[in-house]
Structure formats: C-alpha cells, structure tokens
C-alpha cells in the first residue's frame, strides 16, 4: 500500500474551533472518514486509524481541533495544514464581496480603525512622549481596544537612555534601526537592526546608543500595560537561568508555510513561555480572511498592502503596526511585487502557523 493510501483523510484543511466542556472526555477523528468532524462516528472501522481520547482539561476554554489530520499533536492543529498546499490558500482581492468593502483613509491618532478594534497604526502620527533622551509611543494599548498585550514604539538618541521599567511582566523588543547596547538588570548585550530581544518579568533595562543613528525599537509588553515607569533605579535582578537574550534574523532558520515562511525569534527556547515574536515574509498575494486564537501585533519592515476585515480595509505601509484582536477575522494583502517583510507578536500562543 502506497504512502498516500496510509495517509488518512484530510476532513478540512482548516482546524475545528470548539469550546470543551471541562472534564468530558471525546474521541477526535484521527481518519478523516466520520461525517460528524471533528469527532468519531465510527467511520475507521476497517481502517488502521483508531479514535484518539481526549479529556478537556480545567483550563481549557477554546481549543483548534486538527481537521487534516497530520498534525504532530493531536488531536490539536499544529498549522501542519498549511504545509499540505504548496500555496498559502488565497482570496481574489478584486472579487465582488471585496470591491464592496469601503477603504479608511481617516484616522483617529495615528490609527485607522477596522471592524472589531482591528486597527492600522501610523506610527509617526501617534502622540509621543519624552524623557530625556528617550522617546516613546504607545502603539497598542487597553486603551486602543488592546485585551492582552501593548506595544510601544521607543526611540532613543545618542547616550545612555533612562532606566525602562514595566513591572512583572514580559517584555519582548525588535531593533528596527540604530546600533549600542542594552543593559538588562545589570547584563549587557549588543544591539543592531533586525535583533529581537527579550526581558523577563521583574526586570529592568536601558539603552546606550553608541551610533550616529536613532536607535529604535519595538516593545511589546505581555501582559499588558499602559505606560512604561522611566524614573526608577536600574535593578541587579538578571535572571542568569535564561542567560540568551538576544536572537538575530537568520534565513536558514526559516520554517515554510506554504509559499510563506517565518522565523521564530524570541519563544520559548529563550525561556518566553506565553508571547512568541516571529519575522516573516508575505508574497504578493493576498491570503483568505481567516482567525487566530490570541493577539497579534505586526510591524511591517518592508513592502506595502491593505488590510482586509469583514467589511472595511486600510492600505498599510513600511513602518506601520496592525493590530489583530484574537478571533478578529483578517486579511494581510502584499501589494508590492518584492514581498513584505513583517515582525509578529503573538499572545498567549507559540506558533504563529495556527490559524483557523
């Protein structure tokens, strides 16, 4: 028998959404054959497939059920989906349904709002503060439809920048431009474009730009917060148990997803257990409205586009931030026939591959 004809099924390409009842046990489909998917209905017999038992565990309030069946961790989607098509799955942008969705071209501080509180933000026009040297934006917060995470764009001029304090929380940045160092909680690493860094909770850090240039950055704080504490002492509480701090772009580290492919920056092999940062790359192309299970903001390094949700879109640009809300329907389009290069945060999750 072949390896196609071992293989089981492929029920749907995209995972089940489902919301389990906590302690209830199920049987998932593992053949891809049951008229009642995600679950069994007894259509394996015969087969070499068996169900798989799943109990519902306390914590577990909304889960993807894998409908392709290949996925490595059933019986949850694993985005081995999206492998399974050599293109990414697509959607006509000149369709009907698309030419009928009214474009945003006015924003409201920097932010041209989408359906549900999806946004695209130009960064350059969101209000800025300063202390001395350091400058910092608040890009994505609670207070612009944020429920998870924030994001904070910060620019620091030559010398050393004030101590940057959010508290117990996470925090993970993406250099943009600029080169120095960072100090965090008493260690020290070197800082360039295109270097995503990570801080643990409790700890403090400054910046010393050492370049002629702006160094500038992305902080994304999880979970989150409304301004950074920038009048505080520098702590001397590292944590040496996850002493890698800094990751930088590596092409040959790329994971495919389809004709897509991405990264994985700062994740949990640095020690990050709930927020995931990811550098990608978009063809030009646009991809079909789909769906994550948490918060996703994207900073767009290169490439222009339009965002897409139900019924309104925004062109996006080198520079912007989209904010994606978790379940937001969404559409990211790459306009540009060089491809758009993006930096993702997601929160909570670990793979940004999943979506449904």
């Known amino acids: 028998m072949s390896d196609e004809q071992n293989a089981p099924r492929i029920a749907r390409f995209k995972p089940f959404y489902f919301k389990p009842v906590p302690g209830k046990t199920y049987l998932w489909c593992a053949c891809g054959r049951s008229a009642s998917q ?22 577990e309030k909304e889960i993807l059920l894998c409908g392709c069946k290949h996925s490595q961790m059933p019986p949850f989607c694993d985005g081995s989906h999206n492998n399974l098509r050599t293109v990414y799955e697509l959607d006509d942008p000149d369709s009907e349904s698309n030419r009928n969705k009214i474009q945003v071209h006015h924003h409201q501080d920097g932010r041209f709002e989408l359906n549900g509180s999806c946004y695209v933000s130009r960064v350059s026009q969101v209000g800025s503060h300063e202390v001395g040297n350091l400058l910092w934006r608040p890009v994505v917060t609670s207070e612009t439809g944020a429920t998870y995470q924030s994001m904070f ?5 030559a010398g050393l920048s004030p101590v940057v304090a959010f508290g117990d929380v996470e925090v993970v940045l993406f250099v943009t431009a600029g ?50 504490t920038l009048d505080g002492p520098m702590l001397a509480n590292f944590d040496a148990s996850e002493p890698r701090r800094t990751v930088a772009v590596d092409t040959d580290k790329n994971q495919r997803m389809g004709d897509r492919a991405f990264q994985l920056l700062v994740d949990k092999q640095i020690g990050s257990r709930a927020v995931t940062q990811f550098i990608g790359t978009i063809p030009c192309s646009k991809a079909a409205l789909h769906r994550h299970l948490y918060d996703e903001a994207l900073i767009v390094l290169s490439g222009s586009g339009m965002m897409w949700t139900e019924d309104l879109k925004a062109t996006v640009h080198a520079g912007d931030v989209v904010f994606l809300p978790s379940k937001q329907v969404h559409s990211l389009q790459c306009t540009d026939a060089g491809g758009m290069h993006i930096v993702g945060v997601i929160y909570p999750g670990g793979n940004p591959n999943i979506n449904f």
Do not use: W
């Open 38 to 59: 995600p679950f069994c209905d007894g259509s394996h017999k015969g087969t070499q497939y068996q169900p798989l038992k799943y109990t519902a565990a306390a914590g």
């Open 153 to 157: 764009a910060i620019e620091v001029r």
């Open 179 to 228: 080169t120095g160092e960072i100090d965090i909680s008493g260690r020290r690493f070197p800082l360039q474009a295109n270097t995503g860094v990570y801080v643990r909770r409790g700890e403090t850090f400054r910046m010393d730009n050492a370049g002629p240039e702006t160094l500038r950055a992305f902080a994304s704080v999880c979970p989150q917060r409304l301004a950074p």
